[in-house]
């Protein structure tokens, strides 16, 4: 049941050698880039990144309490279709609205979590929000990070 995948991504740009590492395991996400002007130094120091990034988290792991896990769940969602554009009489196209088109969707399951474990799982995916399912409240919640560093929480209102 453990899926491990790994995309590497080696790229030459001008002269810089780019060497990206993304490594998805059981929910978690870490993704590492290093470029420089050789294509093995790149992609050795992106795979140090990525081993210091596992090793940080196993820590992490090892110094809470491990909790059961309930089963993942899965939340559904509808995209809302936007109004096309409308043509009048004379030919000519109403823009009031703009056409907005959805070019990515991603479904992933929801792994209840602590605050203090979305925070941590943040850190490891340099993403800039986490959609996890809240394990004290049962709520889908939203842990965001701030440009000064600091990190926001949102919260459903019932």
Do not use: C
Not at 52 to 81: F, G, S
Not at 94 to 120: G, Q, W
Not at 134 to 147: E, F, K, P, R
């Amino acid at each position: 049941d453990k899926v491990i995948d790994v995309n590497i991504i080696l790229d030459v740009e001008r002269r810089r050698h780019i060497a990206e590492i993304n490594l998805h395991a059981n929910g978690l996400h870490i993704n590492a880039k290093d470029s420089t002007d050789d294509m093995y130094a790149s992609f050795d120091s992106a795979l140090n990144k990525i081993d210091k990034q596992v090793l940080k988290h196993k820590a992490r792991i090892n110094r809470h309490q491990p909790r059961t896990m309930r089963e993942a769940r899965k939340i559904q969602h509808k995209v809302i279709e936007v109004p096309a554009f409308n043509d009048d009489q004379n030919g000519s196209v109403d823009t009031e609205f703009t056409h907005k088109v959805i070019t990515h969707r991603e479904r992933v399951p929801l792994k209840p979590l602590t605050v203090a474990e979305a925070v941590m799982q943040l850190d490891l995916i340099n993403e800039p929000f986490l959609v996890f399912s809240n394990a004290d409240t049962d709520q889908v919640n939203v842990v965001h990070t701030h440009s000064d560093g600091t990190y926001g929480l949102i919260e459903p209102q019932l």
